[in-house]
C-alpha cells in the first residue's frame, strides 16, 4: 500500500503553462481522503508556491517537500539542512569570472538570493523573491549556499546551451565535494552538497514517517531525478522526460500535458476517474 508520494514539479506536476492540471488536483485529493501523504521533491525553494501563484486548495495537498534538489528537507515541523562546500562555491565564482555572460543564482536559507549578474524586476518575479530578499555576492557567505544555479543570459528569456567548457571546469571544480547536475536540455547547471539529493531527501521524510520502501511512489523527469526514480520501485516517469529517466523507471505514464500524473495515480493507487 502506498502511502507517501513525492513530485517533482518542472515537467511532471506542472503542465508546459507550469500550472497543475486540474485532473492532478483531483488525483491528489483522492489520495489524501486515502490517507497518503503528499510531498514536493523540486530543485525550487520552498517559496516555489508563491511564485507559481497557488492558493490554500494546492497548498493543503502537500505535507512537506525536498527542496533545492534535497538540501532543504521538511516534514511536519522538522527542517534539514545540506549546504554546499564553502570552497567549492569560492571555486566557482572564481572561474566563471572569465564568462561574464554566464550567471550564478545563489539560495540559502529563508529564500535569500544573490546573482552574478542581477536579473530585472520581471525575472525576480518569477523566482518568487521579494527585493528585499537580494543580496550582493560580497555579503553573502560562502558557507551558507544551499543551491547555486549556473545558465547563460535572462530567466525569463530563452535560456542559451551552456558551452561544454564551463560544464567541465565546473565538473573538475566539484569533484567528490559537491552534486552536479546538467539540466533543462544543457541549459542549466545545477550545483549541491554532497549529501544533498532528491534521493536522500525522500529517504530522510520516509524514515521521519516510519514507512517502507515499498510504501513510497516517486515521480520525476529530467536528470536530477534520477537517484530517486532508481532508489524506488514504485518510481513513474514521465512520458516527455528524459530517455535516461524512461529507462530506469518502474513506470513510464504519460507527458505532462497529457493528464500523466492522473493517469499514473489512478494505475497505481487504484481509484476510477469520473
Known amino acids: 500500500m502506498i502511502k507517501a508520494i ?39 525553494m520552498p517559496s516555489a508556491e508563491k511564485s507559481l501563484n497557488w492558493n490554500k486548495d494546492i497548498t493543503s495537498l502537500f505535507d512537506g517537500g ?29 572561474a566563471m569570472k572569465q564568462f561574464p555572460d554566464i550567471n550564478i543564482s545563489f539560495q540559502s536559507k529563508d529564500n535569500r538570493h544573490a546573482f552574478k549578474n542581477m536579473l530585472s524586476d520581471s525575472e525576480l518575479l518569477l523566482w518568487g523573491v521579494e527585493k528585499e530578499k ?29 558551452p561544454g567548457q564551463v560544464i567541465n571546469i565546473i565538473s573538475e571544480i566539484c569533484g567528490k565535494l559537491a552534486k552536479l547536475y546538467v539540466t533543462d536540455s544543457g541549459k542549466v547547471i545545477q550545483v549541491g552538497s554532497i549529501n544533498a539529493s532528491k534521493y536522500n531527501g525522500t529517504e530522510y521524510i520516509r524514515k521521519s514517517l516510519g514507512y517502507d520502501r515499498e510504501e513510497t511512489a516517486v515521480f520525476g523527469d529530467d536528470l536530477n531525478d534520477m537517484e530517486m526514480i532508481k532508489g524506488y520501485r514504485n518510481s513513474v516517469a514521465m512520458g516527455n522526460g528524459v530517455d535516461e529517466i524512461k529507462a530506469v523507471a518502474g ?14 495515480l489512478e494505475k497505481m493507487i487504484g481509484f476510477q476517474k469520473s
Open 6 to 44: 513525492f513530485f517533482d514539479l518542472d515537467g511532471t506536476l506542472l503542465n508546459s503553462e507550469k500550472v497543475i492540471p486540474q485532473s492532478a488536483v483531483k488525483a491528489m485529493k483522492i489520495c489524501k481522503a486515502k490517507g497518503i501523504k503528499l510531498f514536493l521533491a523540486t530543485a525550487r
Open 66 to 94: 525536498v527542496y533545492c534538489n534535497g538540501a532543504i528537507n521538511i516534514v511536519g515541523d522538522e527542517v534539514c539542512y545540506n549546504y554546499i562546500n564553502g570552497e567549492v562555491v569560492h571555486s566557482i565564482v572564481t
Open 134 to 162: 537580494i543580496f550582493s555576492t560580497e555579503n553573502f557567505g560562502y558557507e551558507e549556499i544551499l543551491k547555486l544555479l549556473i545558465f547563460d543570459g535572462g530567466f525569463s528569456t530563452v535560456l542559451k546551451d551552456i
Open 251 to 264: 513506470f513510464v505514464t504519460k507527458r505532462n500535458d497529457d493528464d500523466g500524473i492522473a493517469y499514473a
